[in-house]
């Protein structure tokens, strides 16, 4: 069976920060990911640009180059496909993580690997530390209505240009729901966005807080507060507006952009130990060693539920916390804004 020191399950930017790391120190870890690389930067609204500056996306001491003062979705991609090959890193895409397991108390991780393309077939592999750096896009909050699986509703943003003239639903109101609502806008699509809360939220980004808001004011995007979805049909969605009214509203393509959670079936079947309220796994601060021996958490999936906690600004530094010393530790706490722990503590 083919054994590797080090597997990362996750090829995000933090993934990779946590390769990098690990190959700074001698080691040659093998990364794994259920889609392609940075595959929730790929989801992302075409031509996104980021809510922050470049340098607090950068990994491996690499620089970003962009040519505005924030980087787009298009130059993050580029950017990190450069960091795989300037680095060396091994990666293999479109394979998922099944499952993990310590073979004995002082043995190896045995780990089930499957294809998300081609051959289902799955492969077998040991390995002396397992890093999951998984993150959360690839499960999205369900609204938990009828019609939620037919062919015409999404989860993910994707080229608004597909919906030229046609009636689009968005549900959702945070910032992937307003920016796929200003894009299909913008491409010629009749948009209705459709949102439980009575107003946008303070976290919506600045630049796109007062372009929305004058859509709908100018009636160019319709807009439906607290209001909630009840079903889905082939032609229409049905809602039930703020004043308790049934409607139904045109759909010939419906975009459910209501956020992710983290794979937490995948952290139990490994043996992770989770708080059954916020959903955050038992492990070393410090190390981020988990109750599994042999086992690490990265990125967003530290803190459970609450994925808003940690982002790749805050979390490329977790590969330092995994897989150096202690004055490595200490340095990574130092850019996080922690309080460090003297060396040797």
Not at 41 to 67: A, D, K, W
Not at 109 to 120: A, E, H, K, M, S
Not at 295 to 319: K, L, P, T
């Amino acid at each position: 069976m083919p054994h590797e020191s080090v597997l990362i399950a996750g090829a995000g930017p933090i993934g990779l920060a946590c390769a990098i790391s690990a190959r700074r120190r001698g080691l040659d870890p093998l990364v794994i990911d259920a889609g392609p690389i940075v595959s929730s930067i790929v989801q992302y609204p075409v031509g996104m640009t980021f809510f922050t500056t470049p340098e607090r996306l950068e990994i491996g001491n690499h620089p970003i180059v962009c040519s505005a003062a924030k980087p787009t979705r298009e130059e993050a991609m580029m950017y990190y496909r450069g960091i795989v090959r300037a680095e060396g890193i091994r990666v293999f895409t479109f394979t998922r993580l099944a499952s993990a397991a310590r073979e004995s108390a002082e043995g190896t991780i045995r780990c089930t690997l499957v294809p998300t393309t081609g051959d289902p077939a799955t492969r077998e592999l040991t390995t002396d530390r397992l890093v999951l750096a998984t993150g959360y896009f690839d499960r999205t909050n369900r609204l938990g209505v009828p019609g939620e699986e037919l062919p015409h509703v999404t989860h993910y943003a994707d080229e608004a240009h597909r919906s030229f003239g046609r009636d689009v639903v968005v549900i959702g109101g945070k910032n992937s729901a307003v920016e796929m609502a200003l894009a299909l806008w913008r491409a010629g699509a009749r948009v209705t966005l459709v949102y439980r809360g009575t107003g946008f939220k303070p976290s919506v980004k600045y630049w796109l807080r007062p372009d929305i808001e004058n859509r709908i004011r100018n009636g160019e995007i319709a807009s439906r507060f607290a209001a909630t979805v009840t079903s889905i049909s082939s032609t229409h969605v049905a809602i039930r507006t703020a004043d308790g009214g049934d409607e139904r509203l045109a759909a010939d393509r419906v975009y459910a952009l209501i956020g992710f959670l983290p794979d937490f079936d995948l952290f139990q079947r490994i043996g992770i130990e989770l708080d059954p309220v916020t959903g955050r796994p038992r492990l070393d601060p410090e190390s981020l060693e988990t109750n599994v021996p042999g086992v690490h958490m990265a990125g967003s999936i530290v803190a459970g539920r609450d994925i808003s906690e940690v982002f790749i600004e805050n979390g490329r530094w977790d590969g330092e916390k995994i897989f150096g010393d202690a004055e490595a530790r200490r340095r990574a706490s130092v850019r996080l804004g922690e309080t460090p722990r003297p060396v040797g503590e």
